[in-house]
């Protein structure tokens, strides 16, 4: 299993662009990568997830280097709602026998 | 749109009791998971399951616990003989499975333990 790594915790502002890099050194080939959002106490609620290059929907960006060994999370024009911590999660999705798990994830603060 | 659902909400419970908490996935999904958060800690993968069998289980899984799907609908997960350390935040998921590799995990909203 691909471990992750992740910055604890990042300050900022609204209506700035918050970049959260996670490191997955060891991934596999069938891996894909996963962000999701937890808000306290609620279930984490997926956000985006990629294979390689870039992936961008209507609430973020991620990108994903030719070697998969990293990947960073963008969220363009935080707002303070979007104070949150955010796991990335890096495994085989929807067969049999996988363990999809999360790692120590990023706190984010966005200040007025 | 279709959710996850977990019931209790919040469970108080003394120690020594045996605890079950109920899921029901979104209707059409395959794969179904277990997760729990300590207050302040991060998200455990504790078991998923497919195809009515346990197919990965964390250490954190052992003899205390059991999952099971008894009519197609409900997902559960039995705590034996509850401890202190078990007080958390107990995570029901599911994924569609459906067009092989990708999808999203969907979460419920969680059901509280606390034992005292």
């Known amino acids: 299993l691909a471990k992750t790594t992740q910055p604890i915790s990042m300050d900022s502002y609204e209506g700035q662009e918050v970049n959260i890099t996670c490191s997955h050194n060891n991934i596999a080939t069938n891996d894909y990568i996963t962000w999701y959002q937890q808000f306290p106490s609620q279930g984490p609620r997926f956000i985006i997830q990629g294979y390689k290059t870039k992936v961008t929907n209507e609430v973020a960006s991620l990108f994903i280097p030719a070697d998969r060994k990293s990947s960073t999370l963008s969220l363009p024009r935080v707002s303070l709602s979007d104070t949150a911590v955010y796991y990335c999660l890096v495994g085989e999705v929807g067969t049999a026998g996988n363990k999809l798990t999360f790692g120590g994830g990023t706190r984010v603060l966005v200040k007025p | ?116």
Not at chain 2, 6 to 18: A, C, K
Not at chain 2, 68 to 81: A, H, M, V, Y
């Open chain 2, 1 to 116: 749109e279709p959710e996850v659902t977990q019931t209790p909400s919040h469970q108080v419970t003394q120690m020594g009791q045996e605890v079950i908490l109920r899921c029901v996935p979104i209707s059409n999904h395959l794969y179904f998971y277990w997760y729990r958060q300590i207050l302040g800690q991060k998200v455990e993968f504790l078991v998923s399951f497919y195809n009515n069998e346990i197919s990965e289980k964390s250490e954190i899984f052992d003899d205390q616990f059991s999952v099971e799907r008894p009519d197609g609908s409900n997902f559960t997960l039995k705590i034996r003989s509850t401890k202190l350390e078990d007080s958390a935040m107990y995570f029901c998921a599911s994924i569609p499975g459906t067009g092989g590799v990708t999808g999203e995990l969907f979460f419920g909203e969680g059901s509280r333990l606390t034992v005292l």
